[in-house]
């Protein structure tokens, strides 16, 4: 079977006026997407919506690896853009753009079932960054104290955890779930308010999320 999921990931934010949003939309879901569906090395892609936080719109590329981003293929694409494309890419209308590449870091393998997964019906999006004499205490208390605890979330699907190969901040982190129910449920605000040594003690007072982050984006194509 085909894959869906890799080690890489593109994560595109866009806001645009209202008065593009209609055209945008369209260009996004009927050609940008199936164009770069078709270059080798994505594996499948989604647009999403913020319900909260933002940037407004969100597109999310799973790649095998992110070295797809600087093949032949997808510099042939960028370097060759369609008319539709020089009138409605969010680099040219875009009131905010921010295209960030990404490798995954944990968990350290792509299991079979996240392989073949589809994209999330919603994602909550973390974007941040921490002092670099933490950051082996910060990326050890997501792994270990943080993350493995979402399971007991209703309708969470899984969570990931990406470094940046470009663009800032350094780390994401995407939980994935199945509902907004999941976001809205007792058992995920008693996750993000648990108390646990390291996190609680060393690491959170000095993580700094971007503005915007953590978001909550429901899927709005496919």
């Known amino acids: 079977m ?22 945008y939309n369209r260009w996004y879901n009927e050609e940008h997407i199936p164009e770069r569906l078709s270059i080798p090395g994505v594996l499948s892609a989604a647009r999403y919506q913020a319900v909260q936080g933002g ?4 597109a999310c590329y799973e790649l095998d690896q992110p070295e797809a981003y600087q093949s032949d293929a ?12 020089k009138r409605m890419s969010p680099d040219v209308i875009g009131t905010a753009f921010i ?14 079932d996240t392989a073949q997964a589809d994209m999330a019906p919603i994602m909550l999006v973390g974007r941040m960054s921490v002092p670099p004499e933490l950051e082996d205490q910060f990326n050890h208390a997501y792994n270990t104290e943080r993350l493995p605890t979402c399971s007991a979330v209703p309708g969470y699907i899984r969570g ?12 994401t982190t995407l939980h994935e779930m199945e509902s907004m129910k999941s976001v809205e449920s007792p058992e995920w605000e008693a996750w993000r308010v648990a108390v646990t040594p390291v996190w609680s003690g060393t690491v959170r007072p000095k993580m700094v999320h971007v503005d915007g982050s953590p978001g909550v984006y429901t899927r709005i194509f496919p």
């Open 55 to 58: 940037p407004k719109y969100l």
């Open 99 to 112: 295209r960030n590449l990404y490798r995954l870091i944990y968990p350290s393998d792509v299991s079979n």
């Open 160 to 171: 990931r955890r990406f470094q940046a190969v470009t663009g800032e901040p350094k780390y």
């Open 2 to 23: 085909v894959n869906k999921k890799g080690r890489g990931l593109l994560m595109v934010y866009s806001d645009v006026a209202p008065e593009h949003d209609d055209e």
């Open 74 to 85: 997808w510099q042939h694409s960028l370097n060759n853009p369609t008319e539709w494309t």
